[in-house]
């Protein structure tokens, strides 16, 4: 193996110290690496005008504006931080993000999405990703100890940026998990891959979504992240309102209440709200007579998880040892 120059291994210390996760300090090494070769010379030895090219480069290659930011954000880093180029990253421009509507999948499609998953495991592991709104990251990371079945929430540790978050768990999902964990029992990760210790790969999810597409003789693309826009939607159409899906999702976006309400913070659960991050984000608006969202008011936040469709899921569980209910937390 050719020994790290020091360069590059300055780099590295750079993004390790402001703790960004090993797969953005992969890909940044990644970018910079190809912008090095695409000129045949040491990064630090290219300035502004052969950014500027390499951008106009892969533009002609037709790169998608999402790897085309990518390579931004690493070109910015490389400039501003390790080589402390103050002027340059400011110069480095980024692409205008097109504004397109999500994919998403109807509740039937869903249902024979679902159905249509061929593996138990995979089948329950994108079951919870919809049912709580997941991410593949998320969803591959859980422990058998981040399902809390007296608060009925489920704790995300590795989320998006190294953020924890607590998410909703319904009663349905809870019964399909612990159907699921008497029949596998996991040691480590719920979601265990060939070695036990070891997560599954996301690679495996989105193997699975795309054979249960096939089978399933749905149209649209479908993927982890699609049945995250289903669940979030689904919410909205059931009267959810969209302050709270914003803390479900782990979003950044706030959309303030209208002047002419008040707001109150009794629409999220308790153990959301004393966990969940900013309380500002989980406001819900009330009218002026002081009634709640239709949501609220209905006692259900997971409208399309409780459908009894999805229930099929779990008919292969049904016999199976009961999964536990305040699990032990490991030595570690």
């Not at 504004?99 to 994108?126: I, M």
């Not at 079951?127 to 422990?143: D, F, I, M, N, Q």
């Not at 979003?251 to 991050?277: H, I």
Request: positive net charge.
């Amino acid at each position: 193996m050719a020994e790290m120059s020091p360069l590059r291994r300055r780099m590295v210390e750079d993004m390790t110290i402001r703790n960004l996760s090993p797969a953005t300090q992969q890909s940044y090494l990644h970018a910079v690496s190809k912008f090095s070769r695409y000129f045949g010379h040491s990064p630090d030895r290219l300035g502004l005008e052969d950014v500027r090219a390499y951008q106009v480069h892969l533009i002609s290659k037709g790169v998608s504006w999402a790897s085309l930011n990518q390579v931004v954000c690493a070109l910015r880093f490389f400039y501003g931080v390790t080589l402390g180029c103050d002027a340059i990253p400011e110069r480095i421009a980024y692409a205008r993000e097109p504004r397109k509507l999500p994919a998403v999948l109807s509740a039937d499609e869903v249902v024979r999405f679902l159905e249509a998953v061929s593996s138990l495991k995979a089948r329950v592991a994108l079951t919870t990703a919809y049912a709580a709104g997941l991410r593949v990251s998320e969803v591959t990371g859980l422990k058998a100890v981040d399902i809390d079945s007296d608060r009925m929430v489920i704790r995300v540790e590795c989320g998006k940026g190294g953020k924890e978050r607590y998410v909703m768990l319904s009663g349905q999902l809870l019964g399909i998990l612990r159907s699921y964990w008497r029949l596998a029992q996991p040691e480590r990760f719920l979601f265990p891959g060939r070695d036990k210790q070891r997560p599954i790969e996301p690679t495996v999810l989105h193997a699975a979504c795309r054979s249960a597409r096939v089978a399933a003789g749905i149209d649209k693309r479908v993927s982890v992240h699609v049945l995250r826009h289903s669940f979030a939607t689904h919410l909205l159409e059931s009267g959810v309102d969209i302050r709270i899906i914003q803390v479900l999702l782990e979003t950044n976006t706030y959309c303030p209440p209208p002047p002419d309400r008040g707001t109150d913070l009794l629409s999220v659960s308790s153990a959301v709200r004393r966990d969940g991050a900013h309380p500002q984000a989980i406001r819900l608006s009330r009218d002026r007579s002081g009634r709640y969202s239709s949501a609220r008011r209905n006692g259900r936040l997971h409208p399309r998880v409780d459908d009894p469709r999805i229930g099929r899921t779990a008919e292969a569980l049904r016999r199976a040892p009961p999964f536990p209910r305040r699990p032990t937390r490991s030595p570690h």
